[in-house]
């Protein structure tokens, strides 16, 4: 069974890579890393590792670098533009039917049995756009609640069950894919830093869920 304190801290990790992929970052929460907390904590989090070691590394050399200036700020902006918006195709298409659907279309099958997901165990997503369900900060986000819902009740099969389902069936299908790719076209420190925590926290998830084989044909 998975400790409170565990849960608690996992559930931070995904409320933190939902607001690192959902939104393009601003001034003040990049800021925040300067304390080196988050940095220093996370292999509690996340899982240790060399691959996690890597990705500490790019983002303490990213803090290092932090000037707060707009000249960087803008370096970031342009980051996340060009990996998860566009114009055109984005880099790293942050959605999962793009890569699960043989047409690579957005709202596909995938994300109408997402959105089942969601509706068989009442979960709300607040949402400031028509920004498609199976986006993976949104995804991230539910993981969140999720957590929150087992920390708060770490022996209930039901809750253990549900983040197994969101991972096994939603999730890691096809999540690596996508921040394999922001990984390999990221430009700038923060981005890819946080994109080898990402690949690394949801491999994490893998073992201590006890997620098999989720291999699955990928058009992306």
Not at 146 to 163: C, I, T, V, W
């Amino acid at each position: 069974m998975l400790a409170k304190s565990q849960l608690e801290g996992l559930e931070a990790g995904a409320h933190l890579f939902h607001s690192v992929f959902m939104k393009a970052p601003e001034r003040h929460t990049v800021n925040q890393l300067q304390d080196r907390t988050l940095i220093s904590a996370w292999p509690e989090i996340g899982g240790a590792g060399e691959r996690t070691e890597t990705g500490l590394a790019l983002l303490l050399q990213f803090v290092e670098q932090w000037q707060a200036s707009d000249m960087q700020l803008v370096a970031l902006k342009l980051d996340f533009s060009r990996l998860f918006i566009g114009p055109g195709q984005p880099l790293a298409p942050p959605w999962g039917s793009v890569y699960l659907e043989a047409s690579s279309l957005l709202n596909g099958e995938s994300t109408l049995a997402f959105t089942d997901f969601l509706r068989q165990n009442q979960i709300q997503v607040a949402q400031q756009s028509n920004e498609p369900l199976d986006h993976i900060g949104i995804q991230f986000a539910v993981l969140a609640y999720l957590l929150s819902q087992l920390a708060e009740q770490p022996g209930s099969d039901m809750a253990f069950n549900r983040g197994k389902t969101l991972l096994a069936d939603f999730m890691l299908p096809w999540a690596d894919r996508c921040l394999e790719l922001a990984e390999c076209q990221a430009n700038t420190q923060y981005y890819k830093g946080f994109v080898v925590l990402a690949r690394q926290y949801l491999l994490h998830l893998r073992r201590l869920f006890g997620v098999g084989d989720t291999a699955v044909p990928l058009f992306h």
